[in-house]
């Protein structure tokens, strides 16, 4: 494994972390609905655009349009980089369509990380963020998130930013074990004013130094 260093996107967060998050680690973003983890998703997408690292956002409580509109409203113009495949939004409501008789079963984890898998070696993504991660793992049972956690693991040169609600005590205590770091962000962030860049390839700089703890696990 290298040592590179992958910057979130927050100065405050990276100047904690030693430069950034550590290439081909998993990391969980924990805060209560509101608090700021999709901005920062997109901002640590959108740091990798400017330095050329693809990113791959996985949208399973929004709509891309709404993905887009976000991040428009914040100053950062997706389309060129949708356009040249540097940025992929992936819906993943079709993962909760029921099919007849399957309903019980909920979302089949292992065709999620296999689909992932294929998506992330075909675009090249260097940088993933599944937004939130608890619908994915139907039941709730760390074993599915340990399974998708060590698929997306495959990819060493991929690093992913895994989003969930700070209520979802079962899948944090999956942070342990699974993942590299846990980011809480609290509503300390909101409270401090946005500043947004008018240029996403201007360094992009949000306040989460007041709301953001990060916490390093040893794996
Ligand atoms: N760093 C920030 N500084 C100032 N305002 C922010 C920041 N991050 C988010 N916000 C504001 O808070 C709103 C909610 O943020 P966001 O949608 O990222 O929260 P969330 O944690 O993803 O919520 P949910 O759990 O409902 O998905 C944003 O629309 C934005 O207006
Ligand atoms: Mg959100």
Redesign the pocket.
Known sequence: MSGKRIPTGVPEIDALIEGGLREGKSYLVI?E????????SLQYLVRGLMDKEKGLYVAI?EKPADVIE?AASLGWDLAPFIESKEFLILDASAYFVARSGDTAKGVDVQRVAADLNTYITRMGAARVVID?LGPLLASRNPDQARQLIYALQANANTTHLL?T?SSDKQLRSVEEYLVAGTMV?SNG??Q?P?RAPTDPRKNAR???GAGAVFIPHRR
């Open positions: 805060g609905p509101g608090t700021g983890k999709s901005v920062l409580d976000q939130p989003t609600y962000l962030a909101r401090r946005l949000h306040r989460h």
